[in-house]
């Protein structure tokens, strides 16, 4: 049989003519002459509703997860039908026979937790020489950049991805691991060189339901280090509670602590302070370097240096890639180096140069963890007042809504609620959502305004803006678009602000 079935169970439903497989898609409208065609049950349409279309359009193998009658579909006398039960689960392992097993011919890191994966695998492929990077923002191969649709894609992209990473000569392949991939099986065909846990906060509970289910998807990552020669590290965050679980539930894992302030941990960090674009930062690695029996040169256990991110939770970012550096076997001399050199992650706390004497930042925080962590940044650095507009997505979360007027409020002296992806739900119930965590938290009412567009949101947070204050856009960061309903339109917070300020 074909050597794309090897580890997997399958059961020939019918046997065509033999062939060369010249690729495989489980979409129809990608498949080409003498390809497979991986038909699977989807949430919004069922792929098996496609296998004719597929067949018209070149397949010569459908493998399925129903048992189909194959005697109805035309003109497929010479195609082959394979049975493979739970296939969204295997399509990894399908794809990794087909493409010679190329994860294991890269270093692999995974980044998984609520918040701080993106801006992570920016900070990582900042220090790493020769990486491909995956996540929210796009993938990148080297130089090239690819649009993408998923923070972490299906198993077959990933493996296609992974194949040319490794043609293109690659080193890295530094990938977010978003809690979906990791609970529907898109990441169970690979191993981990090493696996970093940011943090786990409320999100996603559409999706995970329960916070328990949610703590279980993320903390798989960590029974999925690479453990051939036991190499695979994890660096876990123990200052989050979840974090410290995962951590103390550790056997025979080899697993980096990181902290901020906690002296105990592997390795820790404070900041010492904030300066015009960023922070200057400590970072203690004598924990490390002593369970390691400090195989590093030019270390002395305790550096300070200037970056040009900010806030105490970007701290936690460096760490979690000074951590997973190291263990990859980079200098923490070269990382030091990288790190003061490290531009602005794309919608993480991007500012806007203006002459308002003001702050404007734009910034990708949808979560109420997210907005409270930014906010406290802010507070520490502004001098005036800081003026908050976010919304919250649509068909997402509802649970998180008051939360992130709760968090707004903390830190807010005035907020604005505004549309961000109100998807297919009304953009005025949303608001409303949100609006009951304000009045919950008694937040004055000339204090607050309700402005759905969000173009005119931004225009009247823009005309508030006095000397010395912040404004924050938060929810959309690196975003350029809208989804109104089923409809994607052009919208981009930094450009908005850019035409107001007629730069
Ligand atoms: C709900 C969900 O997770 N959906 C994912 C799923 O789509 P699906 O299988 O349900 O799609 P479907 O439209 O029902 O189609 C079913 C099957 O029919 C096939 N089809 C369809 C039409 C056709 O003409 N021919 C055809 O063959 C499709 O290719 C598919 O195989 O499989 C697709 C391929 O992997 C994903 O792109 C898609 O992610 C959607 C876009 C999505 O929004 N997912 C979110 C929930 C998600 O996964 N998010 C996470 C985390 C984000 C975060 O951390 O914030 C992520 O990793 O992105
Ligand atoms: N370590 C962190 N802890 C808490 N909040 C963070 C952290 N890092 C970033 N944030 C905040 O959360 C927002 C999202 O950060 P980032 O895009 O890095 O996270 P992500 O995990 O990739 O999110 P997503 O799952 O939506 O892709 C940032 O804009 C910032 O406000
Ligand atoms: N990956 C997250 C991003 C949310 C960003 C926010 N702009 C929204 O659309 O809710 C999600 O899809 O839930
Ligand atoms: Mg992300």
């Known amino acids: 049989m074909y050597k794309i079935f090897k580890d997997i169970e399958y059961k020939v439903l019918k046997d065509g003519k033999k062939f060369e497989i010249k690729g495989i898609e489980y979409d129809s409208r990608k498949i080409e002459e003498s390809f497979v065609f991986v038909a699977m049950a989807g949430s919004a349409v069922d792929g098996h509703d496609f296998i004719q279309k597929a067949i018209d359009n070149g397949a010569k193998m459908i493998v ?35 493409y010679d097993y190329p994860q294991n011919k890269i270093k692999i890191i995974g980044i998984t937790g609520t918040n701080g994966k993106t801006t992570s695998s920016f900070i990582l492929e900042n220090i790493l020489e020769k ?13 090239e950049e690819f649009q993408t649709v998923n923070t972490t894609p299906e198993s077959l992209e990933l493996i296609k991805l992974i194949d040319k990473s490794v043609k293109k000569g690659a080193d890295y392949f530094i990938m977010e691991v978003s809690s979906h991939a990791l609970e529907i099986g898109r990441v169970d065909m690979l191993q981990f060189d090493s696996a970093i846990f940011t943090n786990l906060t409320q999100d996603h509970l559409d999706f995970h339901k329960t916070m328990e ?10 029974s999925m280090l690479r453990n051939d020669k036991n190499q695979g590290v994890g660096v876990i965050n123990i200052d989050d509670e979840y974090g410290a679980k995962i951590y103390s539930e550790k056997k025979d894992n080899n697993y980096i602590s990181i902290s901020v302030r906690n002296e105990n941990a592997d390795i820790w960090g404070d900041i010492l302070n904030y300066t015009n674009n960023g922070m200057k930062i400590k970072i203690n690695l004598e924990n490390y370097l002593e369970k390691n029996k400090y195989n590093l040169k ?3 256990g305790e550096y300070k240096f200037e970056i040009n991110l900010i806030g105490e939770y970007n701290l936690y970012n460096v760490l979690g890639c000074v951590a997973s550096a190291l263990s990859l076997g980079i200098e923490m001399s070269v990382i030091v180096e990288k790190l003061k050199k490290m531009p602005v992650v794309p919608g993480r706390f991007e500012t806007i140069k203006n002459d308002l004497e003001a702050r404007i930042v734009v910034d990708f925080a949808h979560t109420d963890d997210g907005l409270l962590n930014i906010g406290k940044t802010l507070k520490q650095i502004t001098d ?24 707004a409020a903390k830190f807010s002296d005035y907020i604005i609620l505004t549309s961000d992806n109100p998807r ?19 937040y004055p009412f000339d204090k607050y305004v309700i402005i759905a567009d969000r173009e005119r949101a931004i225009k009247h947070g823009m005309s508030l803006l006095q000397k010395g204050d912040s404004l924050l856009i938060a929810g959309k960061g690196h975003e350029t678009y809208q989804i109104i309903g089923t409809e994607k339109t052009h919208f981009d917070d930094k450009e908005v602000v850019k035409n107001i300020l007629k730069l």
């Open 64 to 98: 399925c997860e129903k048992d189909m009658n194959v005697k109805e579909y035309k003109n497929a006398a010479d195609v082959t039908f394979v049975l493979v039960e739970d296939i969204r689960k295997k399509l990894g392992i399908i794809a990794s026979n087909y």
């Open 424 to 442: 297919t739900e009304n953009p005025v119930k949303i608001l409303a959502d949100i609006e009951k965590g304000l009045i919950k938290e008694k």
């Open 131 to 143: 990486t491909a990077r995956i996540g929210t923002t796009g993938n990148r191969i080297l130089d």
């Open 384 to 407: 005036g007042c800081v003026i908050t507009i976010f919304g919250a997505g649509g068909d997402r979360d509802h649970e998180k809504r008051p939360k992130m007027a709760k968090a």
């Open 298 to 300: 030019n270390s002395d």
């Open 213 to 222: 289910n949610y703590f279980n998807a993320k903390k798989k990552l960590f």
